[in-house]
């Protein structure tokens, strides 16, 4: 089966950043798009960042010059650098893949067939 686990998740200070991680197993790591989405509570959830196999990112416009997603797919492991961390960042942030879309955009603003999802890893951003 494929797993997809996040990790990294903590809590900063404004200002500070993180990096989180999502080890893969069981995904064809070759193939299709990764990205990371987030999730506060009350809101809906949000795509932040995607990446396809070629490594160029897409990014939604509110994380722009903050976030970097990379992939590592030797190690089968996808990142996200978050740097200038605010207190709207603040949520449960997924890491989520699948091997069918063919569009990095269309994968962050239309996640509802994504097929591999991740557990969730908890971002909390206070003073």
């Known amino acids: 089966p494929v797993q997809l686990v996040e990790s990294g998740g903590g809590s900063v200070e404004p200002g500070g950043s993180l990096t989180l991680s999502c080890t893969s197993s069981g995904y064809t790591f070759s193939i299709g798009y990764m990205g990371w989405f987030r999730q506060a509570p009350g809101k809906e959830r949000e795509g932040v960042a995607a990446?396809?196999?070629?490594?160029?990112?897409t990014y939604a416009d509110s994380v722009k010059g903050r976030f970097t997603i990379t992939r590592d797919n030797a190690k089968k492991i996808l990142y996200l650098q978050i740097k200038s961390l605010k207190p709207e960042d603040t949520a449960t942030y997924y890491c989520?893949?699948?091997?069918?879309?063919?569009?990095?955009?269309?994968?962050?603003?239309?996640?509802?067939?994504?097929?591999?999802w991740g557990q969730g890893t908890q971002v909390t951003v206070s003073s």
């Open positions: 989520a893949a699948d091997p069918h879309y063919g569009d990095s955009w269309y994968f962050l603003t239309q996640p509802g067939k994504i097929g591999f």
């Open positions: 990446i396809g196999t070629d490594g160029n990112p």
